[in-house]
């Protein structure tokens, strides 16, 4: 093998959060198993260079990026509709279910899907935490109270139908583009983690945040598949190992992320809603049609392996 094998790793998160700090684990780990046979070179922020997240996985598969992490609702979805299972409102109860979803048949389907496809390698999937809904006008509890909000969604057309059936008005961007029209007041709403709310300051703008959890985001992490499967197998075995360690550091801390975020957006005043049993139930079935038509559309077998065991 020459020595050393480049690896360009970017990704569209600060430094400091909890998918830089999985990519900067995997740099370790990696290094750790090869020594100064491998040099990593992180690009923690794309938006820095003036990119937009959806080119992150564009530039993967043409060669300029070794791998990446993304979300799959990026674009790849409307290519490869199988992987729509992953945007549907409220398939998932918790992250739990999510990751036995994803580490187990699901997450092995979906990987072949893409792979047959197109120029990637799926080598895992990180944890994005469930989406919220928060906005710069009223307390959200009903879906009524979602009427008229013109919000920001990522360019996706089950998000964009799902919050039509609950009465908002979809404005469909990237994210760079999405946070200049909130600071505009060109936006009401928006609807992300809570990581990504505090991470890319989008509580400036904001001063409510409903715990609505209707979006899991899951982000995979991508491999140019003509430079993976180029490498010898001690090295495609050291990175999926590194990877597998990476998955597990970022998910541990997301979720203590989650509890320490809210914690310091309450103490910068915002505020927050928790829906009771009932009112999440209201949420799901204004958005049910949603679903229905996946389940029409769709393989039986993926709501299968998506249904708890």
């Known amino acids: 093998m020459s020595l050393p094998f480049q690896i360009r790793f970017a990704g ?15 740099r370790e780990a990696l290094t750790d198993r090869l020594g100064a046979a491998v040099r990593v070179n992180i690009f923690w922020n794309v938006f820095d260079f003036g990119y937009k997240g959806m080119d992150l996985i564009n530039m993967v598969e043409r060669g300029q ?23 549907l409102p409220y398939i998932f109860e918790n992250e739990e279910h999510a990751h036995q979803a994803l580490d187990g ?40 109270d979602c009427a008229g909000l013109r919000i920001r969604l990522m360019p996706n057309e089950i998000h964009k139908k799902t919050f039509k059936l609950l009465g908002a008005v979809p404005i469909s961007t990237d994210l760079e583009q999405g946070l200049a029209m909130m600071a505009a007041s060109e936006l009401d709403a928006q609807e992300n983690p809570l990581a990504n709310i505090a991470a890319y300051g989008i509580h ?23 430079s993976f499967d180029a490498w010898p197998s001690e090295v495609q075995a050291a990175v999926r190992e590194s990877v597998h360690e990476a998955i597990v550091f970022q998910r541990e801390a997301a979720r203590a992320e989650e509890i320490q975020k809210r914690k310091e957006l309450e ?23 949603v679903l229905a038509e996946a389940r029409n559309r769709l393989p039986d077998e993926l709501f299968r392996m998506v249904s708890r065991q």
């Open 105 to 144: 048949e699901l997450g092995a389907y979906l990987t072949r899907k893409i792979e047959s496809l197109k120029g990637f390698r799926i080598l895992g999937y990180w944890d994005n935490g469930f989406r919220h809904i928060s906005n710069r006008l009223r307390p959200i509890r009903t879906p009524e």
């Open 12 to 26: 569209y998160s600060p430094p400091y959060t909890t998918h830089s700090g999985a990519a900067a684990r995997f």
């Open 204 to 226: 400036k703008f904001h001063k409510h945040i409903t715990m609505s959890g209707h979006f899991y985001a899951a982000r995979s992490i991508f491999s140019h598949k003509k």
């Open 65 to 87: 990026l070794t791998m990446c992490y993304s979300s799959t609702a990026y674009g790849l979805s409307d290519i490869i509709p199988e992987l729509q299972i992953l945007d």
């Open 267 to 289: 103490s910068e005043g915002l505020i927050f809603v928790d829906l009771s049993e009932d009112e999440r139930s209201s949420f799901v079935k204004v958005v049910s049609p």
